[in-house]
């Protein structure tokens, strides 16, 4: 894994090692969506990752689909994150807040305005979501206007701009898991027959603005962008074109000079290797239940440059110090990886040191 710990640059930042904190929906936000008060010690125990990536960050109302989870949009969000930030930077590390818009993967119970979900078509993804009742069906969306598109895109434009001034080193822009911008890519999703649905180019057009408008606000090398190919989160499916939409939507991110391409690997390897010739600049490559010695094997073959590490990091705050001298891992606990109390499940996974401590 030699390589795993060598530096590289990743837009305007030089990162330690190769390895990266995956965003993971925690749920621990203020009922405001401020950052909870555990929030900067959590990512601060794990800023020995060489890039931390939040967990999803609504840009606004909207974009909230989950209780607990954080905004972007407000002064007293920029406050927040902006103490977490600082945490991470005095312990050395590098921190993208991901902006994450859920789109129709919502409900009105939570969300602060409590009003309908939005998304590209009113289509239903035909799931369920946790609510303070308890699960619910998600109701069908109401679809956006061209007017509401526009807004939409001035809300990440905003958002972005707002992580930057709470300090965040970038953003991370969620296009993946079968939340709004993936409900734009996708064939069952986005049924509209104007100039942001239908053909591929079309379906690929609201990912792209999105991108140039916060690219424009806060530049390219403080911009990543993750996908999910393949996907059926959210209900979603891709289609026949799925792929097409794909290599069509990189080619157009790769002219923008973004920081980076986060893939969520699902399967398709053919697909990856044609993203990975046609993206020029650093990619991300998460592949999901890989074992732990094949970590570094994308590293070693060429086709990624980083390599996000999910439930791993979350129960291992020292997860790099393990790694590097072979330490036992902590499992995760899974009751509390969306919702617990204070530290419980959050903060208090022990260190590889506390632990030889304790053991004597």
């Known amino acids: 894994m030699n390589k795993l710990w060598s530096k590289t640059r990743l837009g305007r930042m030089e990162l330690s090692n190769r390895l990266a904190m995956a965003p993971m929906t925690r749920s621990r936000a203020q009922e405001d969506g401020t950052p909870g008060e555990l929030t900067s010690l959590y990512y601060a125990q794990r800023a020995s990752m ?19 989870s954080p905004g972007i949009y407000t002064d007293k ?6 103490k977490v930030t600082d945490a991470v930077h005095e312990a050395g590390g590098f921190m993208f807040i991901q902006l994450m818009h859920v789109g129709r993967m919502s409900h009105p119970d939570n969300t602060p305005h409590h009003r309908q979900p939005v998304a590209p078509s009113a289509i239903a993804p035909a799931a369920q979501m946790f609510t303070a009742k308890g699960m619910q069906d998600v109701p069908v969306p109401r679809e956006l206007s061209e007017a509401d598109i526009q807004a939409t895109i001035e809300d990440f434009r905003r958002a972005a701009a707002a992580a930057v001034e709470a300090g965040a080193d970038g953003v991370e822009i969620h296009g993946a898991n079968g939340y709004l911008i993936n409900q734009f890519l996708s064939e ?17 057009r609201f990912a792209i603005e999105v991108t140039k408008a916060i690219v424009e606000e806060i530049g390219a090398d403080r911009t990543g962008f993750r996908i999910s190919p393949g996907t059926t989160l959210g209900g979603i499916d891709e289609g026949e074109q799925g792929s097409e939409v794909y290599r069509y939507l990189v080619k157009q991110l790769a002219q923008l000079d973004l920081a980076y391409l986060h893939v969520m690997h699902l399967g398709n390897e053919a697909l990856l290797r044609e993203i990975r010739s046609l993206w020029p600049n650093p990619l991300l490559v998460n592949r999901a239940g890989r074992a732990l010695e094949d970590l570094s094997v994308d590293l070693d073959n060429g086709l990624a440059d980083v390599v996000p590490v999910g439930v791993w990091s979350l129960a291992n705050p020292d997860f790099v110090e393990r790694l590097k001298v072979g330490f036992p891992l902590n499992e995760a606990d899974r009751v ?17 040191k506390e632990l030889k401590s304790q053991n004597g």
């Open 188 to 204: 069952n999703s986005n049924r509209r027959t104007d100039s942001y649905g239908g053909s591929v180019e079309n379906r690929a």
């Open 50 to 68: 060489g890039l931390l990536i939040t967990e999803g960050t609504q840009p606004s109302d909207d974009g909230q689909g989950y209780l607990g």
């Open 77 to 82: 969000h920029i406050e927040g994150w902006r």
């Open 336 to 352: 509390t990886l969306y919702f617990g109390n204070g530290s419980e499940g959050y903060t208090d996974y022990p260190t590889m």
